[in-house]
């Protein structure tokens, strides 16, 4: 089973704890490209032992960030392409459907497909309570990650932050599931997202960017970001509405942690505004 019309691009920076998985994941697809961020350990050459192409991006501290800029500069072949993180690869069901997919996506009208993720947390997959969404399979003519005013934000800078790319076509569903299979300490999560929570609190201070990023957001996180108690809300909806508690104890330190992701953003956020009065 070759996939020929999907090109593979995946995201690095000093990831050779992972990315040998991560390739090996990848084998039926025919194009696979690396764009690697001037890795200082061994991601590049276990890249390439796989057969994948790397190509060096280097951030100017301007748009376009590194996904937009992988899609225009690392000289994909195909117009659809399934972007990845390093620690991303789709499950057997989900090659299977791209597999079918391929066939007619030259007659094809969407712009991308969203696909749910399979995330690990605790050493665990978790196949209950929240789940992300990302629209990971974009059609690189027909979809556009957005330039927004958030050059000087802190915690997040050269890849995009956490919004969708958009697209005036339709955004099609996939069924099955992408593994993001973080095998990282928890202490990693938690220092990614305490970056991640100044971005977003930074975010709150500016309701025009707030707004525009909102738009750019899944339906599911539009909604959610009007909320009120978010820590609190997510809690309940991810181990309770959702059936996290389904995923033992994994599944509660995931929904714990997310609910104190949203608690720093909040504190971060008022700190912010007791500063600017």
């Given at each position: 089973m070759k996939i020929s019309k999907i090109s593979v691009v995946i995201l690095t920076k000093d990831e050779e704890a992972t990315i040998a998985q991560t390739l090996s994941e990848l084998d039926n697809f025919e194009e696979l490209i690396v764009v690697d961020s001037h890795s200082s350990d061994r991601t590049c050459e276990i890249a390439e032992s796989f057969g994948a192409r790397v190509v060096s991006f280097r951030w100017n501290g301007a748009y376009p960030k590194k996904k937009q800029w992988a899609l225009d500069n690392a000289g994909v072949s195909n117009e659809w392409v399934l972007l990845l993180d390093a620690d991303e690869y789709p499950t057997e069901a989900l090659k299977q459907e791209l597999y079918l997919l391929e066939r007619t996506l030259l007659t094809r009208r969407e712009g991308a497909f969203d696909i749910h993720l399979l995330y690990r947390f605790g050493g665990k997959l978790l196949r209950?309570?929240?789940?992300?969404?990302?629209?990971?399979?974009?059609?690189?003519?027909?979809?556009?990650?957005?330039?927004?005013?958030d050059l000087d934000a802190p915690g997040i800078r050269e890849v995009e932050g956490h919004y969708q790319p958009v697209s005036s076509a339709p955004i099609g569903q996939l069924r099955s599931r992408l593994i993001h299979d973080d095998r990282d300490p928890v202490s990693s999560w938690f220092a990614r997202h305490n970056r991640y929570s100044d971005w977003e609190a930074h975010l709150a201070l500016d309701r025009t960017l707030k707004k525009d990023i909102a738009s750019k957001r899944t339906r599911k996180g539009r909604i959610f970001d009007a909320v009120p108690f978010k820590p609190l809300a997510f809690f309940l909806y991810a181990f309770v509405a959702r059936g996290g508690f389904l995923d033992g104890r994994a599944g509660l330190d995931y929904?714990?942690?997310?609910?104190?992701y949203y608690w720093q953003i909040g504190v971060k956020t008022r700190e912010l505004l007791r500063n600017a009065q």
């Open positions: 209950h309570g929240h789940v992300v969404t990302k629209r990971s399979l974009v059609h690189r003519h027909r979809t556009r990650f957005p330039e927004v005013a929904a714990v942690a997310l609910s104190s």
